[in-house]
T-cell receptor, first 114, second 113 residues
């Protein structure tokens, strides 16, 4: 079972470059999430999509955009990367955001911005 | 509002017990516990609901104290495989707010042979 798949696993960018992080899940989940994880900060929610066709801001949305391409895929875009966006990015999904459900995480994308 | 986890780090010998706490300044609806090993994705352990009972997973259990807005994770007879960083994610009770998890900064658990 693939679960939640993120690509790429590693990426190095220069300041000002743009990039899209991809996430796909094969569990027929309705809700998908993007988090960033910085040392000592835990996981912080960037954006989420409660269902196909909807997206909402989380705790730290500035500098990011998202697209829920279809039920399976949820992408995160950095339009003009900044060193402060160096982080590990995790995508997660669960069946239904309006009920209590565990979130299933991908393996993460390690992003460095020089 | 980020929940506060304590302790920040703990070192155990195999077979010893540990308790990790997660506290919130706001009324909680649910608490989710995850474990993350270095370089890997967080893995779900259990969910505690407001008004719910203590839950268990292998030799790991947790409780939810509504009066204190605190959840505690209990690891008994720890094994080497329990090493990792434990995160709590809290969902608050607030009318009009969107449901989302806010994670604590984590407790790093190291189990030594």
């Amino acid at each position: 079972n693939a679960g939640v798949t993120q690509t790429p696993k590693f990426q190095v960018l220069k300041t000002g470059q743009s990039m899209t992080l991809q996430c796909a899940q094969d569990m027929n989940h309705n809700s998908m999430y993007w988090y960033r994880q910085d040392p000592g900060m835990g996981l912080r929610l960037i954006y989420y999509s409660a269902s196909e066709g909807t997206t909402d801001k989380g705790e730290v949305p500035n500098g990011y955009n998202v697209s829920r391409l279809n039920k399976r895929e949820f992408s995160l875009r950095l339009e003009s990367a900044a060193p402060s966006q160096t982080s590990v990015y995790f995508c997660a999904s669960n069946f239904d955001r309006d009920t209590i459900q565990p979130q299933h995480f991908g393996d993460g994308t390690r992003l460095s911005i020089l | 509002q980020q929940p506060v986890q304590s302790p920040q780090a703990v070192i155990l010998r195999e077979g010893e017990d540990a308790v990790i706490n997660c506290s919130s300044s706001k009324a909680l609806y649910s608490v989710h516990w995850y474990r993350q090993k270095h370089g890997e994705a967080p893995v779900f352990l259990m969910i505690l609901l407001k008004g719910g009972e203590q839950k268990g997973h292998e030799k790991i259990s947790a409780s939810f104290n509504e009066k204190k807005q605190q959840s505690s994770l209990y690891l008994t007879a720890s094994q080497l495989s329990y090493s990792g960083t434990y995160f709590c994610g809290t969902e608050i009770l607030e009318s009009g707010s969107a449901r989302q998890l806010t994670f604590g900064s984590g407790t790093q658990l190291t189990v030594l042979p």
